[in-house]
Each structure stands twice: as C-alpha cells, then as structure tokens.
C-alpha cells in the first residue's frame, strides 16, 4: 500500500491547515547552529513571514480580522513541530501565549486597540507570568499590582528577586509589551492574580521607564527564542490596562468579578489558556514523529553485522532489538496524534466563538490536556532520545537533525505546566469525579465514596480474575477491558488510602505526600486509558479496508506494548498469570515483525515534506527516495 | 555527619589522583557556549595544560617516564567529568585511544619514536576505527592497508564512501598522526583488521598528500572536539608504520603473528584497548554525580505550594515524587561507583607494566567493562534527564550547567561500543562460560547443556519459591538472593531457547535473533548483580560505624529499587507475590524518606570542588554554602 491513505487519515480534521503549512514553510531558512543573536533574528524574521501568511490570524475573533479557526490554527502550529521549534514556540508566545491572553481575558477596549496588531505581528508580546521563585504555584505569584485611585493607575512592582519574571519567551530582545501576571490589590485588599499589559519597551526598543530586562541567555535548546526576566519597578500603566473579562475594578477602587470564589476566577482564566497546553502537545507529537520517521528510515537501510548463513549484512531494523526500540514507539506515536486530533477537536467545539460556554465540557477538556500533555511530552523525550541512539554517532551530529530536535523538545516536558505537577492536577480530578457521581463535592468525602464502592468488589474479583477473562492479548476488546480495569482499580485503591486524611487532626499533607506515587500512577492509567480509547475510534472511522487493517495492527501493538510496560501491576492485581505476561511480550515481538514491511509506510504517512528530512542521515536511501516536492 | 568520612570512601585507591586533579583543574576556564572554532581552541589549550601537569604520563610505561598507574591515569581521567566533558573526551583520545594503541598495540620501534611526545602532547594524535559503513561491526572495515614489497611500504586506501574514516575526535583540527585500523593485505592475501601509523598533517597543520580530512561540524555536544572525516588516496607509509605486537610483516612480504587465528588476533588488540570503554564509564559516573549533586542540592532549597495546615510552603526535596525521582538515582549512582573503582582496579592489577597476562582475568574484565559500560552510560544519560527536568526552566538554562551535561554525555550510550551491542557480547559470555564448566566450548552446546542443567530445578521451585523463601525487602541477604535467581533463571530461560538452534538446518540468525530481547535481559541481570556485589562489598570495607550505617541503606535504595524497576519479573516467576511487590514499594518510599535528611551529606561525599558547581541555580542556598575553595 502506499501512504497516500494513511496520511489522509493523519491529517485529519484540519487537513487543509496542514497542506497551507507545508506549502508556507518550505520557503523558511532557518539555522540553530548559529550564534544566538543571528538565530534568533532568524527566527523573528520567519514569524513575520508567518504573520504575512495570515495563517496565524485564523484563530482569532471574526469580528476582528479572525476567522475563528481554533482548531485550525493550533493543528497549523503543530505542524510547526516538523520544521523548526524555535518558530514554533515563537508563534505559541506571540499568538497563543500573548494573543491568547489578550483574546481570552481582555475585552473589547483592548481588543479594538490591539487585536488587529498582534495578529498581524506589528505588536509584539510577551506573557509575563512564571517567576524565578514560583513556576508550577501561579497563584502564589509575589509580583502586585496596586491600584492607585489618586491617578487612575496600577502600580506593577517586583518586591524581591523570587518576584522576577523568569524564562519570559520574547522578553530578552522582540517584545514591546508584556501581559503581566500580579496580584491585585485594591483598596488594601488583594483579590489574587491578574493579568495586566504593560509597555516594556519604546517604539526604538529601549527598556520602558522603571522597567529592567535581561537576557536568560543559552539554553538547551530553543535558542531561537528570545528569553529573558522583566524586574518592575513601581512601573505605573493606567487602570483600563486590567484584561477585564473576569474582574474589574472601577475607578474608585472598587473591585467586581462576577466570580465570586479568588479561587475559582483564578482557574477559570487559567483555563482559557488551556490552548497553549494543548498546542505544546502536538509540536511534541510533531517532533516525535520527525524523529521516527528519520531513525525508522536510516534503520531500513543501514546494515551491520552478517548473517552467518548468507554473509550478507544485515539491514539494523530487521533485528528484534531495533524493532523493539522504534516500532512500539512508533505506534504509541500514532496513538498520540490520534488523540490530540480528539483533543483539539474538543477544543474548537468549546472555544470557537459562537459556542456556549459549558463548564463541564471545560474541565473535562482541561483534564485531557494536562493528561495527554504530560504523557506526550514525555514520549516524546524517550522516542527521540532512542531514536537518536538508534542512529548511534550520526545520530549526534547537527547536520542529522535529531540533536536539535532533542534539546528542542527537551523543555516541553516541564512548561506550560510540569509534567508531575500536572499529573497530580489530573488524578484530583478524577478523584472529585467519583465524589460527584454522588453529590458528595468536597475531596475527602469523595474517597470515602469510592472507598465503600469498590472495596467489596475488589475483594471478590482478586484472583478469580484472570480466570474468568483470559483472552487474546491483541484483540481489541480484551486489551481496553485491562487497560479500564487497570485505570479504576487503581482509583479506586487511591481513594482507599486517602480515607486516613479524614480523622480528625490528620496530617492531610502528609496522607498526601505519601501517596503521591500512587495519584501519579492513577492519572497514568487514565491517560493511558483515553488515548488507547481515541486511537480505537479513529481507527473505526477509516472506511477503507487495508489502511484501517494496517492501523488496527498499529493499535494492537500500541496496547500490547502498553499493557507489557505495565506488566508488573496487571500480575500482581492477578489480571494477568505468569503465562499471559510471557504471550504478552511475545505478542510485542510477533507484532514487531509484523509491521517491519510496513515501518516505511508508516512513517510516510506523517507526511512530512521531503525538504524538512533533507540530511545526510537519509544519503544512503538515496535511489529509492521519493523526489522532494 | 560531615561528608569527610564519605569522600574518603569514594575517593578510594586513587584518593591521590583524585584530590591532584581536584587541585589542578581549578585553573582551567572552558566556556561551551563559545562558537565551535573557540571552544575548541580551548580545549586543546586545556589539554596542553593537562599535559603540563603530567598526569597523563603516569599511565604509560616507565621505560619511557611513565609511572605504569593505569588505575591512577582512568581515575584522574574520570574526574574530569566534574568539569568540562569536550576535555576529557580530548584527553581520552589523545592519551586513551591514540596513545593506548600506540602503547599497546605497538612495539620498541614506535615507543622510542613517539611515545613521550605522545605523553607530552607536543604530537597529537587521532584513533580512526570507525568508518561510515562501520561502526559497530569494526572487524569488517573496507579501508584496506595493502603490502607493497617493492617499496617496503603499506598503502592506506579508502576504497570507497562507506571506507570513510567519520566521527574521528582530533581530525578535524588537531591530529599530525592517526592509528589507522585496516585490513592488512599481502602477497593476495588479506589477514584481518591491523592499526597502522599514519601521518595526516605536516608540521604546518596542512593535510599530507592522499589525505582528505573534513570536518563533522556542529554535534549534539561535546563541541570541543574536533571530529572529522578522513579519506585515504593510496597513502604510502612505510612498513614499519604497522603496529605490530601482535603481527607483523617481514620485508619480503611474509605475515606472521603469535595468534593463528584472525578472528582471536582481532580480539586480542582489542582487547587491549579496554581501557577506553572503562573510561567512558567513569566519564558518564561523574557527569551523573555532578547533575544529581546540582538537582539534589537545588531540590533541598526550593519550595513549592503550601502545606495547608501550616501554610508554609514545602521544600520540593520533601514532595515523595520529587524524592522518587532523585534519590533511587543516587544510590544506584553509589554502586556504579563502587563497581567503577572496582573495575579500575581489576584492569589495574592485569594492566600494570610487570602483570602477568591471564586470558581468563582478560575476559572477565572486558565481560565486566562491557556490562559497566552499557549499563553506567544508560543511568547517566536518564539520570541527568532527571535532574534537568527536576530543576524545571532553570535546568533548561545553560548557565546552570545541566544542559552541557546531558548534552555532551548523550553520546557516551552509543560510542566505544554500542550499549546494545555491549549487552549482546555480555549475554554471549555468560553463555559460554555455562558450556566451559563442562568442558563444552562451543556456543550452542553449552546452551544445551545449560538447559538440561537447569530445566528440572526451575520446574521444581516454581510457585514455591515464593514461600519458601520469603524475606524483608530491605535485607541485603535476600536482595541478594532475589537478584542472583534472576540472573541465574534468566540465563537458564534463555540457554533453553538456544536448544533450536542445535538442529539440523536450524536458522540460527532466526532464532538468537527471535531472542534477541532475551539476551538483552540475561546481560542486564548480570550486571545488575555484579553492580549490587561490588557496592555491598565496598561497603563491608567501610569501618567508620556511622559511615557504614549510611552506606548500608544506600545500598538498600540501590537494591529495592532495581527489584521494584524488575519486580514485573519476580511476581512472573513466583519470587514475590502481589504483597510482596508491595512491600518493595513501600521499602522504596519509607528509604527516600529516611535518606532525604542526608541527601545533601551525599552528594557533598563526591566532592566536586565548589567553583565546578558554581552556578545561579544554586545561588538559593548560598548562605548555607560552604566557603569556596
């Protein structure tokens, strides 16, 4: 079969997105190996080249020069992932980041002013919210902003050098403004973090008055992007400078949000952000699958060592160990893209700008993000580092790509919230969902709630279960039956432990410290759970018969390989005997050679442009390569 | 406790070296972050002042104003992994690889010529082994040294893209001379790969006549060493230019050697060579302990959201998942440490300028160096992953060293031997020496004999053994007995399969392919065996009780979590049960936990000099900080 198929049924929703991106972006010259000042002109000039596509303006407000296009824009930026990272993170601060926050959380006296600008890439922002003492705990942010009612003004002020704002994208050289996260204090009163826009620097880019910008300097990575710390200074801006939607306060001081709980209007505008989250995702899909489909490639054609029956050496991607390291990868790769296709599709259902806000729907959303987030970046960290291994010392020179890609990658894992941190935010949720099931709202009665339901039946199952459901290890329905069980056994037993925090004067901290390990492993099972659940359902969707059956192969192995890495649980909790394991593994390895013939096929389904593979990596595949478009 | 007493034990023999290198590399200033052309200038100007110091001469044959310290020379060498890792590659290179070839693999006629200019650094050289096609599999290069008895003379030829000598560290720049490994042919005849002398660069730096020499540019790290490229054009080199300890030609064109066989010739020069493969792992250890010393004491100041009840926010080192992550690192860091010292020791004894060679100890060293090796640089590379990704955007930063870290090391897992294809060399060992207990030398008889051995005692313990013998988790004894019975039944599993491959017609490349996971897992559990023996009998070492004491339960951590990392298999095989894999668990958090007031005491037992360390992520603790030196 060919890949034609295949990528049509990757490509998706947003198909015509992808096809814009892949057309705009062969036209882009860009070179991480030069020094950070050169790069990161480099960079700036490629994000004006995008503004001048007016992809970027898709997701905005019609009633703006926008069409809307949620989940358009953030497939488009994805595909930013196949191309050059520090563009892509460049556009989620300009557009995502920065726009995101203008859009969102700012109303129509900031919109009319400066909407059209930041699409258009006239105004460039920053989105000054992580500080050096408080990354992951925003809403202990120490930044404030205090309203004067003498001048109409907020004052912006960095006490101390915890309050810095740290690792700001655009903050070192490009941003003339910056969306402000502070603490609002009016009438001596703090109504908790807000966002503010604050001019950082001068139409000739000098530091604004009171404002002092340094530079993060050489990262990892994303050199291309301009990192710095912003310190304020009493820096005054004028009250309408407040991105309203959510709270105001008037010109005497007074203070109104229509949410009454600082709590709940804190996580209500955070969850608008939710964009960026999603988006950081899918450019880790993006790398992840750039990196495969290089490794998968040199793989299929590099040999080494010989057959001592033929003497002919053998290509590396024929032996079980190559396969075992790229192939289960590649198909959990596949899971991914699968589910962030879901997720951004939930996304644009929720966000595009005729819908009716449902505050279900968001939380739900919410949860998946952080989930899939979380897991995603972290897969791809692991692919791309097996990947670069796999391609041993090719794979660490510059000119192959999978270097950058890596120190590109590497970060994603810990911003736009860190990974355990935002595992931890998951398995809280499902928590409080078991507690809802009852009307029962508070966290510690949910647990006692999930504790008397499951408890007895437990008990009954334990050792009769993998009796009474022993079945193929790579049929479908068999596999999600583990994965679910596995994902409320889990809660169910963390829901257990949490009873304890219910005595009186219990350490509650310390009840949850001590489980830590154990919410982490319940959000896990879930994601694990939800993405298996959104590959299966594309794969129902694809109505012609041999890309479906190839895919459904492609399935099996992702939950085979899922189910072997959780191996030790599914035998302990007596899901699986000592046998099931062993045809697990084997399974692995069937299902391995199995999609050998087809691992080329497979990764030219990305469809990514032969122009972006361009290395000498791939020198070697020369005659048999497609001619680059 | 201070951390003196602990130094002491992990300074070890070489205490010496230790504390000169501690002393000298405080004058050296590397910066990585400059354009590659600098930094590599730098580097070189540091191994000059390396030289300088004559550290390095200490390795190298007293004949020639060595010292014959092996062990001295690996350790001081390890060290350099606090500091900057472009240096010790560099210096690996040039005193490890060019000079060890030329020391050991040369005779008088090369040792009077070049050897202390080598030591000296005033001739630099450059190890070229590794071509395009070959990597891995060295004894079937294509670069070929053909005999010309009318010249008395070798000619070095690339024959043809694949021949080309890459990823040579020194080409590039810096190297006059290269040890050449070709295959040596003459009258007709070709007698296996053999290393030769070859110049490469005049007196000015100009590339000789024949000799093409380009560069591999920007890497992934390690930007300091210059590796390129070389290609040979029917390079004349005289016939004493083979380095010939092991072989020779005789004017007339005659080859003779002491070893019949090429294949066990082959092997006996590399054998030789160890030594870089033991360095390589030292290397990854330090460059370990440095990332988890930075991460840990990072961890041990930050803080992160509140404890409800006292509202005070919590230092992240006190969060069990933040625990998890780092602690189980460090003590398994510990037992490579140990197993590192022992390992330096035993090449050491058997290395030493007056040792009598003993083909068996020889084995066992290059089996152990192996296992180290592949297993050492794989913790490395996760561990400073770990670190990087547990101190958030300021690990991302370069100016927080772990960047530079996890870059330069990356490549550690893939060269001086693939970690994959080193595991497959330990599994093949342990293998055959199952056969040499019963005299049965070749491959597929010992597996026989292995199985037949073990098949009827395996059956017998199942499902009993668990109860048999059942123990506390914690205990040295049955951590111990745990980890041999898998090493042992895995080998035993495996050597069963290999029984296919006796039959008559058998696809043997089929069938240690189909158990090509296998084997991985056979090398893997003997390793982890022999880590565990060398940490446990480095502590029985220790006097100080306190001391003693700390170890004991770091050697606890190590244990518990190698048996929770493999506890998948105990449960399969009936050593633990559900509960008991629980009760690893536990024994892991309730470890982290008693550990965590000492995680600082610790990593200060490495004693990596403050200047190495000095940098803003630690400028948190800095009133606690001790004095620099």
Redesign the interface.
């Known amino acids: 079969m060919t890949s034609t198929a295949l990528q049509q049924v990757l490509d998706g929703r947003w198909s015509g997105a992808r096809e814009e991106v892949r057309a705009q972006l062969g036209a882009l010259k860009l070179d991480p190996?030069l020094?950070t000042d050169d790069y990161r002109a480099q960079v700036t000039e490629a994000l004006h080249q995008l503004a001048g596509t007016r992809r970027p303006h898709q997701g905005f407000d019609p009633a703006y020069g926008g069409e809307g296009d949620v989940g358009g824009v953030v497939t488009a930026f994805e595909m930013l992932g196949y191309g050059d990272l520090s563009l892509l993170v460049k556009a989620g601060v300009q557009w995502g980041l920065f726009g995101g926050a203008l859009q969102n959380l700012g109303t129509a006296r900031h919109h009319d002013r400066y909407l059209r600008d930041t699409m258009d890439g006239t105004l460039l922002g920053c989105f000054a919210m992580?500080e050096t003492?408080?990354?992951?705990?925003v809403q202990?942010l120490l930044t404030t902003a205090t309203f004067d009612v003498a001048t109409d003004e907020f004052v912006i002020h960095t006490p101390n050098r915890a309050a810095r704002k740290?690792?700001i994208g655009g903050a070192a050289r490009d941003a003339r403004m910056a969306a402000v996260f502070a603490q609002l204090v009016t009438e001596g009163t703090s109504h908790g973090v807000h966002a503010f826009l604050v001019p950082i620097r001068d139409a000739d880019g000098a530091a604004m008055p009171g404002v002092t910008i340094s530079d993060?300097?050489?990262?990892?990575?994303l050199n291309g992007v301009d990192n710095g710390r912003l310190v304020f200074d009493s820096v005054r801006v004028p009250r309408e400078a407040l991105l309203n939607r959510f709270a105001d306060v008037a010109p005497d001081g007074t203070y109104s949000s229509e949410i009454a709980s600082e709590s709940r209007r804190f996580f209500t505008m955070l969850g608008t952000l939710v964009r960026g989250r999603i988006s950081v995702a899918g450019g880790a899909g993006s790398a992840a699958e750039k990196a495969l489909t290089l490794a998968i490639r040199y793989g299929a054609t590099r040999?080494?060592?010989?057959?001592?029956?033929t003497g002919e050496?053998?290509v590396v991607l024929?032996?079980?160990?190559h396969q075992?390291k790229l192939l289960p990868a590649l198909a959990t790769t596949y899971a991914l893209h699968f589910a962030q296709e879901d997720l951004v599709g939930r996304m644009h259902e929720q966000q595009k700008f005729d819908a009716v806000p449902d505050e279900g729907l968001q939380r739900e959303l919410e949860t998946r993000a952080a989930g899939i987030k979380a897991i995603g970046t972290w897969h791809a960290?692991h692919s791309i580092?097996t990947c670069?291994?796999a391609c041993?010392?090719a794979?660490?020179?510059?000119?192959n790509m999978?270097?950058q890609l890596?120190?590109d990658t590497?970060?994603f894992?810990?911003?736009e919230g860190?990974?355990?941190v935002l595992l931890q935010l998951v398995a809280k949720t499902l928590l409080s969902d078991y507690a809802r099931r009852v009307g029962r709202l508070d966290m510690l009665g949910k647990a006692r709630f999930a504790a008397d339901l499951v408890a007895d039946t437990v008990a009954e199952r334990t050792g009769a279960r993998a009796v009474l459901r022993r079945g193929d290890v790579r049929d479908r329905t068999y596999q999600r039956w583990l994965l679910t069980e596995r994902e409320d056994h889990i809660l169910a037993g963390l829901a257990r432990r949490m009873r304890a925090a219910l005595a009186p004067g219990a350490?509650?901290?310390g009840i949850f410290?001590?489980a830590?390990?154990h919410l982490?492993e319940a959000a896990r099972a879930h994601v694990d759970r939800i993405v298996f659940d959104a590959f299966a359902t594309a794969v129902d969707g694809v109505t012609d018969p041999t890309t479906n059956a190839l895919l459904e192969r492609v399935l099996a192995l992702h939950g085979v390989a899922t189910i072997e890495r959780e191996?030790?649980w599914f035998?302990?909790?007596?899901y699986l005997t000592?046998t099931g394991?062993?045809a697990v593994?084997a399974a692995v390895?069937a299902l391995c050679g199995e999609l050998r013939p087809h691992a080329r096929t497979l990764v030219d389904g990305f469809g990514i442009p032969e122009p972006w593979l361009d290395c000498p990596l791939l020198d070697g595949e020369q005659p048999s390569r497609p001619t680059p478009a």
Do not use: M
Not at 133 to 137: L, P, T
Not at 318 to 321: E, G, I, N
């Open positions: 190996d020094p992580t003492g408080h990354g992951s705990d202990h740290d690792y993060c300097g050489r990262k990892a990575g040999r080494q060592f010989s057959d001592p029956a050496e053998v024929d032996y079980l160990a075992r960290t580092q670069r291994e041993g010392g794979g660490y020179l510059s000119e999978l270097p890596k120190a590497d970060v894992t810990t911003f860190d990974n355990t350490d509650q901290f410290n001590a830590q390990d982490l191996r030790a035998v302990e909790h007596a000592a394991t062993k593994t390895n």
